[in-house]
């Protein structure tokens, strides 16, 4: 993506948060920083979205370093996995002159396909042993969440396997002809405030870049990687995560375009929910957010805990950086908290970007009932229950999936 932007400063110069104008509903996204419209596809590609990379890193995410080179090593192959249907690979990915951090990929191809298969790409929660039931997946060393099933003093064990095989629905992907690919985003941050052990350490100069940025950087490190394997279809990738890692999805696929289909599921505040208030009552806040998880986001995004009316963008402006490409949001009933109103208002609000660069957006003014999959290029999906990824939600991203990559 260029770098180069017009009619705004290099990112250093953007104003102290407090000197920002107080804007109540969501800022335009087709208005530049200084004011000027945006009116044709060139300028939103060429000045637009640029600049709106930079905001988000200079108020919001930080700066992610340039890629260094990815170096991968295939650990195991088992061409017969899931009863035959599938290739399993074991795969380490290191960074040339970084001494640190290594991402375990666990990739899984369908055997069945003519030529290269899409792939799924997720960041998981509690290592790859957790996604599938086999005893020979590299058992994850690294800090992990206590609340996990099988984990004890934050260290996997071996009852830890196969305990998220509901979550990530790998089987019936793999059915419909897609590659599931992931990894566990400790491998690149483990989520601790107190404790910064992640990969940023290991990059000298100004890097400002919060626990997200580094887990979205992750994914294209992954994506890297996809570009050399033969079994992947490199222009049908779809980033997909939860919550937390459905914020890091949509950051990746805004800022890397070579994310196809980006899937941010219950991602809400920090991801695809409002920061200003807009949408369900009780939804998390701005506040909120970084107080609980200081490390998500960079030091500056906290000046805006008062007042998220100052930020120059909301989220929908987040989504639209992904336009053209098709983003599906997705939600359940009772999770207010990643606040599924304010997030339908944010594809409102994303929609005229889309149209300007020749796309249909937003296929309905209003919210598809429950259990209904929204299909058109910025697609939404809301289902009865609580705050989880299931097998119900996997139906509705490979329906998407198919609509928008024709996969048969
Ligand atoms: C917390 C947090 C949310 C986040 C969620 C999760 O509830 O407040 O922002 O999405 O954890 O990652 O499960």
């Known amino acids: 993506m260029a770098l180069a932007f017009v009619g705004a400063a290099s990112s250093g110069d953007f104003p102290e948060p407090a000197r920002l104008p107080i804007k109540a509903g969501l800022p335009d996204p087709l208005v530049m920083f200084n004011g000027k ?62 001494d640190g951090p290594k991402i375990h990929l666990l990739l899984v191809v369908p055997n069945k396909r003519k030529g290269p298969a899409p792939v799924f790409v997720g960041m ?11 005893p020979k997946i590299h058992l994850n060393t690294n800090w992990i969440y206590p609340n996990q099933k099988g984990v004890k003093n934050n260290r996997a064990t071996e009852s830890s396997r196969g305990a998220q095989i509901d979550v990530w629905n790998i089987e019936e992907t793999i059915d419909r002809g897609y590659a599931v690919a992931t990894f566990y985003s400790g491998d690149i941050d483990p989520d601790r405030a107190d404790m ?3 990969v940023q350490q290991y990059f000298k100069g100004k890097h400002d870049w919060s626990t997200i940025a580094a887990w979205a950087w992750g994914y294209s490190r992954v994506i890297d990687y996809f570009v050399t394997d033969p079994d992947i279809d490199a222009a049908r990738i779809i980033a997909v995560g939860h919550s937390r890692l459905g ?13 196809a289909v980006v899937i941010p599921h219950q991602a809400g505040c920090g991801g ?22 200081p490390h998500w986001f960079n030091a500056r995004f906290k000046d805006f805990n008062e007042e998220p009316e100052r930020l120059p963008f909301d ?28 997030q ?21 003014t209003k919210m598809p009932p429950v259990g209904k999959l929204l299909d058109s290029t910025l697609g939404f999906y ?20 198919d609509k928008h990559l024709k996969t048969k």
């Open 272 to 293: 695809s929910g409002p920061s200003r208030a807009i949408g369900n009552k009780g939804a998390e806040s701005v506040k909120r957010i970084n107080t609980s998880f």
């Open 196 to 198: 910064r052990e992640g």
């Open 247 to 259: 914020k890091t999805a949509l950051l990746a696929g805004a800022f890397d375009d070579r994310i």
């Open 344 to 364: 339908f208002e944010l594809l409102r609000a994303a929609d005229p970007v889309y149209r300007l660069v020749g796309k249909t957006g937003l296929g309905a």
């Open 124 to 134: 998981n929660f509690c290592g790859n042993h957790a996604v599938l039931d086999d």
């Open 315 to 342: 989220q929908h402006c987040l989504i639209a950086m992904c336009a053209p490409r098709p983003v599906l949001l997705s939600n359940a009933v009772e999770d207010k908290w990643a606040n599924p109103d304010g």
């Open 382 to 401: 809301i289902r009865d229950g609580k705050h989880s990824m299931n097998r119900e939600d996997w139906r509705a991203f490979l329906g998407f999936a």
């Open 37 to 98: 419209r945006v009116t044709t596809k060139e300028q939103w590609v060429n000045e637009r979205r640029p600049e709106l990379k930079k905001l988000f890193e200079h108020y919001m995410y930080g700066t992610a370093p340039a890629a260094p080179k990815v170096n991968a090593k295939v650990e195991r192959v088992d061409a017969k996995a899931l009863a035959g249907k599938a290739t399993l690979k074991e795969i380490t990915l290191t960074f040339a002159g970084i």
